[in-house]
């Protein structure tokens, strides 16, 4: 009888220690996969933030220039006067940090980022705004100054009225916006900054039309020694609105002089 009682303890003790090591082990062998998996879609997530728009940007310590360094054109028309350009800062509004988000007054904003605060997902209107001391959102905007007729009137909300002496003078706008002269819908403070489109913010009647921006078709001044500024090359600017405009260039050749005016269409006259 001793002998069956030994069997039997020597069973359960097997069993004893088989048992936690199997469940051990599963538990670790799942868990550790899990981990895997919500890493992975941590990073996907991650990685999708930041693809669209540049990701952290520094300086190159070898040549002294930005990795990334972008320019998009920007216009504001308030009650169809194109207001002036921002005027330049390079500072964030009423501190000494530098701006990696900034205007050098050129009609374009310039997007070179010096820390995380401006790059990435956070390259956003809002942050340009913010970074200049202004302020804009899906029905108001607050500017550095205001139209000819009344230019201390910086801040523009749906439903007020366009300045007497204006061209829609008396009428109520609403706030408007567009990329590339197409119209978005949403908040324009959420807008991701891109290099080489272009960006029209607009306090405007809700029928009329946003013209093209001014500098559309034009290059950015130069910030970095060496570096030849590109223009947007936009082709839905070309014909947008009534005040659309296309970009005039003359080639010059040999007993001519031809003129494009058009999409599509060349003048041509005799030179002597």
């Known amino acids: 009888m001793a002998r069956s009682r030994n069997k039997y303890s020597r069973a359960r003790m097997r069993a004893k220690i088989r048992r936690p090591k199997q469940r051990g082990g599963a538990r670790w062998y799942y868990g550790a996969l899990a981990l895997i998996v919500i890493a992975g879609v941590v990073g996907i997530g991650l990685s999708a933030g930041s693809d669209d728009v540049h990701p952290f940007a520094g300086v190159d310590p070898d040549t002294g220039t930005f990795y990334d360094h972008w320019h998009q054109a920007i216009g504001v028309n308030v009650c169809g006067e ?3 350009d921002a005027p330049t800062f390079e500072d964030v509004a009423g501190t000494t940090v530098l701006a990696g988000i900034h205007t050098h007054g050129d009609g374009f904003i310039h997007i070179h980022p010096r820390t995380s605060a401006d790059a990435g997902d956070n390259a956003t209107l809002e942050q340009y705004f ?10 108001s905007f607050d500017i550095w100054q205001g139209p000819a007729v009344n230019p201390t ?6 439903g007020d009225k366009c300045p007497a002496g204006s061209t829609m003078a008396g009428r109520k706008g609403v706030v408007r916006w567009e990329v590339d002269c197409k119209t978005r819908k949403g908040n324009p403070a959420e807008y991701k900054l891109q290099d080489l489109h272009v960006l029209t913010l607009a306090f405007l009647p ?8 001014p500098h559309a078709f034009e290059a950015p001044s130069a910030d970095v020694e060496g570096e ?26 040999a007993g001519a002089t031809t003129t494009t005016t058009a999409p599509g ?4 006259s005799s030179t002597p």
């Open 82 to 84: 194109w207001v002036s």
């Open 130 to 139: 913010d970074n200049g001391g202004w302020a804009v959102d899906e029905t």
């Open 153 to 158: 009137k910086t801040a523009w909300e749906n």
């Open 206 to 213: 809700k029928n009329e039309d946003i013209e093209t921006p």
């Open 228 to 253: 030849t500024p590109v223009a947007p090359d936009v082709k839905s600017c070309e014909t947008s609105g009534p005040g659309g405009e296309t970009p005039t260039t003359t080639t010059t050749v």
């Open 265 to 268: 269409s060349t003048t041509t």
